[in-house]
């Protein structure tokens, strides 16, 4: 069955650090993988999109890779702030583009001064 | 205005009453979705709307009942739920997804928490 995975443990970093978070995704072959940010009681913000057909993506402190061999995609923060402090989703579309959009887990990520 | 509104923030109801939630965007989306979310858990998709019409309906029980008046606006009937559907209910809107187009980020609402008791 379709799986999407990612760490369940919250990250813990110190500000000013790389924060690296991981999404891996099993019997999907997606058109495109979006990160969407949440804050507690709060809807999911949209942060990034990546397609299928491109390895890397950037917007600002924002880096997201695409790996569909590996069927796996990470998500950096650098230089980061007690801000970023969140929870990050990832989630897939799959190719058949039916507007259906399956969220994995999120990892909650703490940034402390 | 990319804001995707939701009404009430707060609703708490007895099993037997009857309420509606309500969601508004005013970006030309043309596909609206209810999600539902438990305490640390991702949302998890209930409906889509494409062109006004349901496109998607993930098998939801029929206590929960969507409407999609015009393109701007998406409700959510609710009747007879049970203390289980306590949860916050999200609306969200995007471009609608077409074959051959390869995105559609959305935009989510802030919520509707609700308390079934």
């Known amino acids: 069955s379709q799986k999407i995975e990612q760490n369940s443990e919250a990250l813990n970093i110190q500000e000013g650090k790389t924060a690296t978070l991981t999404c891996n995704y099993t019997n999907y072959s997606p058109a495109y993988l979006q990160w969407y940010r949440q804050d507690p009681g709060r809807g999911p913000v949209f942060l990034l999109l990546i397609r299928e057909n491109e390895k890397e993506k950037r917007k600002e402190r924002l880096k997201v890779t695409f790996d569909t061999t590996l069927k796996q995609s990470l998500f950096h923060i650098t230089a980061s702030q007690p801000a970023d402090s969140a929870t990050y989703l990832c989630?897939?579309?799959?190719?058949?583009?039916?507007?259906?959009?399956?969220f994995g887990q999120g990892t909650t990520l703490q940034v402390k001064p | 205005d990319t804001e995707v509104t939701q009404t009430p923030k707060h609703l708490v109801m007895g099993m037997t009453n009857k309420k509606s939630l309500k969601c508004e965007q005013h970006?030309?989306?043309?596909?609206m979705y209810w999600y539902k979310q438990k305490a640390k858990k991702p949302p998890e998709l209930m409906f889509v709307y494409s062109y006004e019409k349901l496109s998607i309906n993930e098998s939801v029980p029929s206590r929960f009942s969507p409407e999609c008046p015009n393109s701007s606006l998406l409700n959510l009937h609710l009747h007879a739920l049970q203390p289980e559907d306590s949860a916050l209910y999200l609306c969200a809107s995007s471009q609608v997804v077409l074959a051959g187009r390869s995105y559609n980020e959305q935009f989510f609402g802030p919520g509707t928490r609700l308390t079934v008791l």
């Open positions: 989630a897939l579309m799959g190719s058949s583009n039916t507007g259906k959009l399956i």
């Open positions: 970006m030309g989306h043309r596909a």
